[in-house]
């Protein structure tokens, strides 16, 4: 038979409006936690759904390619659904899985990272090892933001955190997974409220045994630090290689964490204060076989590389959720470390820059390691291990 035309598509989906009622299957969940259904030919995102229920969903938006719906109630539940803990779930939009079994976050995870490497980097899903689990699911978050927003209804402050749904604020008394001593701050906030709203009030537990500047960025799990180091230091163990570069090393973290393993090391990163921060945070540890240096990375890449011979050399990357800069992702290809360790909480983009780090070759992915840093969440942190390949490093 063959298949309808895009004008009978069209016309098949013309009655779809914002506010139909309809029911839909789940076939697959997007990376983000959104559910996918379809009404015939036309795709409707739902969130807070699993693969195979069946949901009666109120059409929210309707584009020319697809829809996206709000969940009225679950038809049809899968095995994998449990009862979320938190009364917020759903109308906060801190957590998309509290709905889903924690061992089912886990394969539903691998499953979107192997499903991305391969549709944005044309990387074989063997090469993404299984997720590794948080150790504590609920309670872990040790930095929150939350915001205040004047409630013209309730004539009054609303504090806590964006809605799933919109941008307005969800008044909150607790976070589930935030780690009890940032409900406290939370109690603490809520009985001394900021004087306005649009006032942002970001809450933290401190590292022990590390400086961190207010604004400067720290893994934000502390239950599965130990875990993120361990990976990090079996690649840089793997791979061979004597000297490290750590590009945006923030406060020195995996810097410090990995001197041992090297002859010497050098951290870069721009945010002044870290860099202060991570020079005694590796004398508080006594880590005398580095230093740590103010600059951006595609200025200061080619001659690090030069100082400690780019063949013998490793470089960690730990960039934000935007991923490399295209300028930075070339020096590396022009520079060709002798290994690459990725470090993204964004698998979208780190599959993109690591299809670009091996155009043509140049490097090879060996090994993606997931770690679930942030349960309930859609979001998850990987490592990935490249190396250049051998017929490429005198090119």
């Known amino acids: 038979m063959d298949s309808p035309s895009k004008s009978e598509v ?62 009225l109630r679950v038809v049809q539940a899968s095995p994998d659904r449990v009862s979320p803990p938190c009364r917020y779930f759903g109308d906060c939009g801190g957590c998309q899985y509290q709905h889903i079994d924690y061992a089912a976050q886990l394969r539903l995870k691998h499953k979107q990272i ?23 699911p609920y309670g872990y978050r040790n930095r929150i933001m939350i915001r205040s927003q004047w409630d013209k209804f309730k004539q009054g402050l609303n504090i806590g955190f964006i809605r799933a749904d919109n941008r307005l604020v969800v008044d909150i008394e607790e976070c589930k997974i935030a780690e009890p001593a940032l ?9 001394n409220p900021p004087p306005k709203g649009g006032i942002k009030v970001v809450l933290r537990v401190a590292a022990e045994g590390w400086e961190v500047p207010r604004d400067s960025f720290f893994q934000n799990n502390f239950f599965l630090l130990p875990k993120l180091v361990e990976v990090a230091r079996q690649c840089l163990q793997e791979g061979g290689a004597r000297f490290l570069v750590d ?42 076989n580095g230093e740590f240096v103010t600059g951006r990375a595609e200025e200061m890449l080619p001659s690090l590389l030069g100082r400690f011979s780019a063949d013998k050399t490793a470089v960690l990357l730990d960039p934000p959720r935007t991923g490399i800069l295209p300028e930075n992702l070339e020096m590396l290809r022009q520079t060709r470390p002798r290994q690459i360790i990725y470090v993204s909480c964004h698998p979208a983009t780190m599959a993109r820059d690591l299809n670009i780090l091996c155009a043509g070759g140049v490097f090879e992915l060996v090994k993606v390691s997931p770690l679930d840093m942030f349960p309930q969440t859609a979001h998850v942190e990987c490592v990935a291990d490249l190396r250049l390949k051998s017929d490429t490093a005198s090119v």
Not at 183 to 191: K, S
Not at 250 to 279: H, N, Y
């Open 114 to 136: 192997c499903d991305l490497f391969e549709r944005i980097g044309g990387f074989a899903a063997a090469t993404i090892a299984p997720v590794i689990p948080c150790p504590q």
């Open 183 to 191: 409900n406290e701050q939370i109690r603490h906030v809520r009985a």
């Open 247 to 288: 590009v945006y090393c923030g406060v020195g973290f995996f810097s410090i964490e990995l001197a041992d393993l090297v002859e010497g090391f050098v951290g870069v990163e721009l945010d002044q204060l870290a860099i202060k921060a991570a020079t005694r945070n590796a004398a508080a540890r006594g880590r005398t």
């Open 10 to 71: 069209t016309d098949k989906n013309s009655d779809l409006a914002v506010g139909a009622k309809r029911t839909v299957t789940i076939s697959d969940i997007a990376f983000g936690g959104e559910g996918v259904g379809r009404i015939g030919e036309f795709v409707v995102f739902v969130p807070f759904v699993l693969v195979g229920e069946v949901a009666e969903v109120e059409i929210t938006e309707v584009k020319k390619r697809f829809g996206r719906a709000r969940l």
